[in-house]
T-cell receptor
């Protein structure tokens, strides 16, 4: 069965410093992986996705993630945090053979200090 | 382009009462999803429709939850009777077709007292 584990429930950074949100996945095959962001009182928005093409995936708002099969990781990074990045971030895996069903991690809340 | 619409945005009910949520997907999207997001957890899929047919409802508690998508457009999710543990945000999402990107609505926050 596929699953994802987000290693930090809460990450706090200062504005202008790098962001690292960690995610490990469990899968017996090469999965499709996603990062979604959820701002308060707003819908989930897709940041980026990995679907077995390039291992370094670039997303919106300067975020990127690297698929590392040897480490079963898909960490989300951004070189310089902005106040508007404060939100909840979810690492997600697509269920193999499904009709697009997604399995979400528990989420990491990112706080950005001025 | 209009996004996924949901109503109401907030609902407070007593346990054992019934409640219904409504979702209007993005125009032209064939696939519609309902998720339950309990506080502190990621969303969990409850049911998935392709047009007006159910594709997956394996995690829907069918003794109290029901959903329909008449005419393959709008959808309603109903809980009857509600329990305290049903307190959560109910998210609706739609996609153009199976396995394509899902677009999420703002959700309905349900509180069961």
């Amino acid at each position: 069965a596929q699953s994802v584990t987000q290693l930090d429930s809460h990450v706090s950074v200062s504005e202008g410093t790098p962001v690292l949100l960690r995610c490990n996945y469990s899968s017996s095959y090469s999965p499709s992986l996603f990062w979604y962001v959820q701002h308060p009182n707003k819908g989930l928005q897709l940041l980026l996705k990995y679907t077995s093409a390039a291992t370094l995936v670039k997303g919106i708002n300067g975020f990127e993630a690297e698929f590392k099969k040897s480490e079963t990781s898909f960490h989300l990074t951004k070189p310089s945090a902005h106040m508007s990045d404060a939100a909840e971030y979810f690492c997600v895996v697509s269920v193999r053979g499904s009709q697009g069903n997604l399995i979400f991690g528990k989420g990491t809340k990112l706080s950005v200090k001025p | 382009e209009a996004g996924v619409a949901q109503s109401p945005r907030y609902k407070i009910i007593e346990k054992r009462q019934s409640v219904a949520f409504w979702c209007n997907p993005i125009s032209g999207h064939a696939t519609l999803y309902w998720y339950q997001q309990i506080l502190g957890q990621g969303p969990k899929l409850l049911i998935q429709f392709q047009n007006n047919g159910v594709v997956d409802d394996s995690q829907l508690p069918k003794d109290r939850f029901s959903a329909e998508r008449l005419k393959g457009v709008d959808s309603t999710l109903k809980i009857q009777p509600a329990k305290l543990e049903d307190s959560a945000v109910y998210l609706c999402a739609s996609s153009l077709e199976l396995r394509s990107e899902q677009f999420f609505g703002p959700g309905t926050r349900l509180t069961v007292l």
